[in-house]
């Protein structure tokens, strides 16, 4: 299953925001241990309403089953946003907390960040702007 192809269509922000859900996804199920705290923080992430947390979920459980790697969900990502280089930096940092949120990074964890900071085309000596973005994006959920 390819979840970005069902979506090819559609406009440029709500396939972005299908392949962050995606994306978000692929770095919560790579460490074998996907959890119900891991979706209610994807939920959390990008659903203002009752119907919103319904689509976002139905994206999720979709996910779940997609083949396609982290890496096409990134490219694809970036090329709709290459032009938006504070919301890529937000996506590192909600890709970030959703890494951190067991408390510890995993190996494949990290090869994603890795992975997608480089097809970002987000520097690893930038750890301090990452950070306060983690910071600034902690702050605004609470």
Known sequence: ??????????????????????????ICKCDGNFSSEQ???ILELF???EKDADLVSHLIRKAE???????????QI?????DQQ????MIIASLYKLA???KKIHPNESQILSDVMRIFGIK???????????????????
């Open 39 to 41: 979706h209610e923080d």
């Open 1 to 26: 299953m390819n979840v970005l192809n069902e979506y090819k269509r559609t406009e440029d922000t709500a396939f972005s925001m299908v392949a962050i859900v995606l994306l978000c996804v692929d």
């Open 47 to 49: 659903s203002k309403t």
């Open 86 to 89: 504070d919301l890529l930096e």
């Open 65 to 75: 089953l997609d083949k396609s790697s982290h890496i096409e969900h990134a490219e």
């Open 100 to 102: 951190i949120a067991d």
């Open 124 to 142: 690893p000596s930038k750890p301090f702007l990452i950070s306060s973005r983690i910071k600034e994006f902690i702050g605004q959920r609470r």
């Open 78 to 82: 970036y090329e709709i946003l290459k």
